[in-house]
């Protein structure tokens, strides 16, 4: 009995000594990044946008850094979830998350304390936008927004519109095109992008708000009226802008990367080359606009720039249409 | 084409796969604490460089052996293995502890055959218009689904309706924490970041089921210390085979329940088992043998989640709707392949979605060989596993699953915590199927709720949107007569008096 | 503690819980307060129904499993001490570290007389350390740690 007492002691002792050792290897050289694996957090669950264009990324990016990129997925709280973890995460770089322009901007400014302040996470590239558009049912009366509009004007309420999520993308689209245009529309979130969708094709709501590559993947299911880009969506070519309808919104999901506030700027750099390098990759270029997305190139600082131009538009939207 | 893919997929490479898929599976989904959504999800980074079939075919073994191995330990240590076998617990457990597991592993073993085989069927032949039949369902017809699922709660709560409804309501009550479905507020948090998302659903169904376990093996301290007691007996298989084949409109029913409630977006295997054991009691003549070791309580139970694979992949073929949560991570994978769901996926994809197809026929039919083998395996491994092995494993188990959702430590604390106050609840006599149901039913009645209101409010009328659409009536009266038909039967045999009571039954007009 | 005490206790926290939740939906825009009021009204409604039932002497009545009665809730008390203790830990000496802990301890807390515990609880700590090396390793996940893993 008591042999095999020491044993375990022994055993345990082993192996906390071992467990120490490993789990000390933290402090590193910052110039030496990356030197093991990088953990790649999705906001949002498999399956989205967000999703699929990391899955993409993973392969170059691991060429490129060459350690492994490890997809997790940390959803919650439209996202809120893994942007408060990331601001509380090492600033080493080895973790790194999506970046969901307007969601980071929007949460901070309607919730009591979504864990994170805009400013908290460090944006490092923006690769990607998939513009917003506005469509009806095939056999809907109206041909143009204009036509929608104007219904929406006389008849105030009665029309239902489907989007994801309510201070999301969608949901600000919507109040933006309300705000320029005096329509009032009844907006029925969704849980989603594919409940949005689903809800609309059920037809039940009358008009469709959704990513370009939900629309595109049921192109043949409805009449896309305008779309959020500032000049034609080349997938679409068809289908006008919000600006050319005459109303002056730009309307798209932003998707980024992002690292917690005090990453040295060495890691920051590092990171930045390696996704502008799969950003500027033709064949990555192809399969992200086979799939509706808009491929960018935005590095680290025209990109804190961009969101700091968007936090501004946006709080003059929210305050002029009481939401905050 | 069809021949193409009935070749894709007959090398012994993708069979292999399929029968490595069905094995891990299975085993994943016996462990209490991982579930299938979760297996799939870690393993389909690995998918990334293997061929479109091998992958798919793959991971679809996987989906489909974890629904169906939930039931070992949901019959064995009343664990329900993964959500989808939570309705297993309530016939399977009782079977166990009265000596019957090997009988109650076969039921599970032959149902989730049939119900998944049943289910692929529809997949192949019917996949296009049962998905454009789902689309029917909006916002009223979730929120009249939900109202039905909960008078489900009667049916989960034999010894006190009235805690089993508090406890629902309960249930109800936890699901509103966190961020309103309409206009976003966050609501119930106590101020607390954390719980911003709410009590996330699964850390708190593997607290709901493996800790009051655990504490049931810690306090029974006169037992001997080993798990339930297992005995194999011979032509088990031929006798459920057959008691089963005397039943046919249970194993029909069932698998439709499951597929269609597979095919909804957002109800997924454990409500499919939920509600089919329910219509199971309900349609049975002899109600009061479901909850202490019926049979059809288990089949009713795994025929359905089996079937519920199948039904959760029909939407996410053909719309990119997920019918379930484990379908959605299928769909990322399905992206990375390149293949978009849609009518291409049939046409130009056709050879790899029909070989996927097919893989799920051979996957359910391995389940058969290796559901027996694994299963005696799995039971003769826990009859000889000490309670001081099982009661830490669990626990551990449950962290290990909890955390790996979503990577959030939070997730492990909500697990301990639910699973304390569960085993509070149940001392007190509050059973953790109702809360539960309440649970999961929650958010989609809520949700449900909400959103018909705003359409009501933007047609003008109310009743138009909640009474009037064809669908929410069928779902409304099925709701209806789920309140009413355990009322009325109590209150005929209480006029009735024992003679009057067989004529009664005689005249019950029930299917089984 | 009887049923009777049990099912009072019950009552009263219902009671009070459902007050809270519709009195905390004050704040809260009409659409994301309309569920939760009604239904913390209804359960609030049939909390006091319980309450009423079991004064009466109709409450509903559960038998529960039994055990010896004196150590079982001493047990009881003490899984519930260690679970927090394992739970607390984890983030303190990482997931590894609290486990190999929480399974020795949690294994001797379901000691039976005569019975190889020892053995048992060696079995239990290889399976930990098997499994966590294959979500750890193999699988990527990355499990919290502490001071140790």
């Not at chain 1, 609309?200 to 779309?227: P, Y």
């Not at chain 1, 005090?262 to 502008?276: C, I």
């Not at chain 3, 394992?86 to 609290?98: E, R, Y």
Request: aromatic residues 8%; contains cysteine; glycine residues 10%.
């Amino acid at each position: 009995m008591r042999r095999s007492t020491t044993v375990l002691v022994l055993v345990i002792g082993i192996a906390a000594a071992a467990m120490t050792v490993h789990a000390s290897g933290k402090s590193e050289d910052p110039a030496q990044f990356p030197r093991r694996a990088i953990s790649y957090v999705i906001p949002f669950d498999p399956g989205g946008q967000s999703d699929v264009t990391a899955q993409y990324q993973k392969a170059y990016l691991e060429e490129l850094l060459g350690v492994n990129i490890v997809i997790r997925h940390q959803a919650g709280a439209g996202g809120a979830l893994a942007w408060a973890k990331l601001v509380k995460s090492e600033a080493d770089g080895y973790t790194i998350a999506g970046n969901n322009i307007p969601h980071i901007i929007i949460q901070p400014l309607v919730r009591e304390n979504a864990g994170y302040q805009t400013s908290d996470l460090k944006p490092v590239y923006l690769f990607q936008t998939t513009p917003i558009g506005i469509a009806v049912a095939n056999d809907s009366p109206f041909n143009t927004l204009e036509e929608l509009i104007s219904h929406a004007r006389s008849n105030p309420g009665t029309v239902t519109v489907s989007g994801s999520g309510t201070h999301s993308g969608h949901h600000l689209a919507v109040l933006q095109l309300q705000h320029l245009s005096g329509a009032e529309f009844t907006y029925i979130p969704a849980t989603g992008a594919a409940p949005s969708v689903t809800n609309f094709l059920g037809r039940h709501s009358q008009v469709l708000v959704a990513n370009s590559n939900d629309l595109l993947a049921h192109i043949t299911d409805m009449k896309v009226l305008a779309i959020g880009t500032e000049k034609r969506f080349a997938p679409l070519p068809d289908v006008p802008t919000f600006i050319e309808e005459g109303y002056e919104m730009t309307a798209g999901i932003d998707r980024g990367v992002a690292v917690p506030p005090d990453t040295p700027e060495s890691v920051v750099a590092r990171l930045e080359a390696a996704f502008d390098a799969v950003s500027t990759n033709p064949e990555f270029r192809r399969n992200m606009e086979n799939m509706g997305f808009v491929v960018h190139t935005v590095g680290s600082r025209e990109f804190a720039a961009y969101i700091a131009r968007k936090e501004t538009e946006i709080l003059t939207v929210l305050r002029e249409l009481g939401e905050i | 084409m069809l021949l193409n893919a009935l070749t894709g997929i007959m090398d012994p490479v993708s069979l292999s796969l399929i029968i490595v898929g069905v094995a891990s599976g299975i085993i994943v989904g016996a462990l209490p604490g991982l579930t299938a959504t979760m297996a799939i999800a870690l393993l389909v980074p690995f998918t990334f460089g293997m061929s479109p079939i091998h992958g798919l075919a793959l991971l679809g073994a996987i989906y489909t052996g974890a629904i169906y191995g939930g039931s070992f330990s949901a019959i064995l240590i009343n664990t329900p293995g993964t959500p989808s076998a939570i309705a297993t617990t309530f016939d399977g457990y009782p079977m166990a502890r009265k000596g019957e597991a090997y009988r109650a592993i076969v039921t599970a073993t032959l149902s989730s055959v049939f119900g998944g085989t049943v289910g692929v069927v529809f997949l192949i032949f019917l996949a296009p218009p049962l998905a454009r039949a789902a689309l029917t369902f909006g916002p009223p017809e979730y929120f009249w689904l939900a109202a039905f699922g909960l008078t489900i709660i009667a049916a989960v709560s034999p010894r006190s309706t009235l805690k089993g409804l508090i406890g629902g309501g309960i249930g109800l009550l936890i699901s509103t924490i966190g961020i309103a479905p309409i206009e976003g507020a966050v609501r119930y948090n106590f101020g607390t970041i954390a719980l911003q998302n709410g009590v996330s659903l699964i850390p708190a169904l593997i607290g709901f089921f493996c800790i009051p376990e655990v504490f049931r093996m810690v306090e029974e301290s006169g037992t001997t210390g080993s798990v339930v007691p297992y005995k194999k007996q011979r032509k088990m298989v031929t006798r459920v085979f057959h008691a089963l084949l005397r039943k046919p409109w249970l194993m029909i029913r069932s698998s439709l329940i499951g597929t269609f409630i597979g095919i909804i977006p957002g109800a997924g295997g454990n409500i499919a088992g939920l509600v089919s054991y329910n219509e199971a009691i309900r349609t049975s003549r002899n109600k009061e043998k479901f909850g202490t070791g019926a049979m059809e309580g288990v089949a009713a139970s795994e025929t359905a989640n089996n079937a519920s694979v199948s039904g959760a992949l029909i939407p996410m073929l053909t719309l990119g709707i997920p019918g379930a949560p484990p379908a959605a991570v299928l769909f990322g994978a399905l992206l990375l392949q390149g293949m978009r769901p849609g009518m291409e996926l049939f046409t130009a994809h056709g050879s790899v979605t029909y070989a996927f197809l097919f893989s799920l026929v051979l996957a359910n039919f391995a389940m058969l060989p290796l559901g027996l083998l694994l299963g005696k395996a799995v039971s003769s491994l826990m009859q000889h596993t000490r309670v001081q092995t099982m009661a830490p494993l669990i626990i551990f188990l449950s962290m290990v699953g909890s955390y790996s959702i979503a990577n959030n430590i939070a997730d492990i604390y909500t697990m301990v915590v639910v699973g304390i106050v569960a085993h509070a609840l149940r001392k007190a006599g509050f059973m953790p199927g109702p809360i539960v149901l309440g649970l999961i039913l929650g958010p989609i009645a809520e949700l449900g709720l909400t959103q018909s209101l705003l359409m009501g409010r933007a047609a003008g009328s109310m009743t138009t949107v909640f009474f009037a659409r064809p669908l929410s009536v069928i779902l409304l009266v099925l709701t209806v007569g789920s309140i009413i038909t355990p009322m009325y039967v109590k209150w005929r045999e209480h006029r009735g008096g024992s003679g009057a009571l067989k004529a009664i039954k005689t005249l019950d007009r029930s299917e089984q | 503690m009887t049923q009777k005490t049990r099912n009072l206790t019950a009552s009263l926290l219902v009671m009070v819980g459902s007050i809270y939740w519709f009195i905390e939906s004050d704040g809260f825009r009409p659409l994301s307060r309309i569920f939760p009021r009604v239904v913390s009204a209804v359960v609030f409604i049939l909390a006091v129904i319980l309450g009423i039932l079991t004064l009466v002497g109709k409450g509903p009545t559960v038998k529960i499993a039994q055990g010896e009665a004196g150590t079982r809730h001493l047990r009881a008390g003490t899984l519930i001490i260690a679970l927090v203790i394992w739970t607390v830990l984890v983030p303190v000496i990482g997931l590894l570290s609290a486990s190999l802990i929480g399974v020795v301890g949690i294994g001797l807390l379901t000691f039976r007389a005569h019975i190889g515990t020892r053995r048992a609880i060696f079995i239990a700590v290889g399976v930990v350390v098997a499994f966590y090396v294959l979500f750890a390793l193999v699988l990527n996940v990355p499990f919290p740690r502490g001071v140790l893993i």
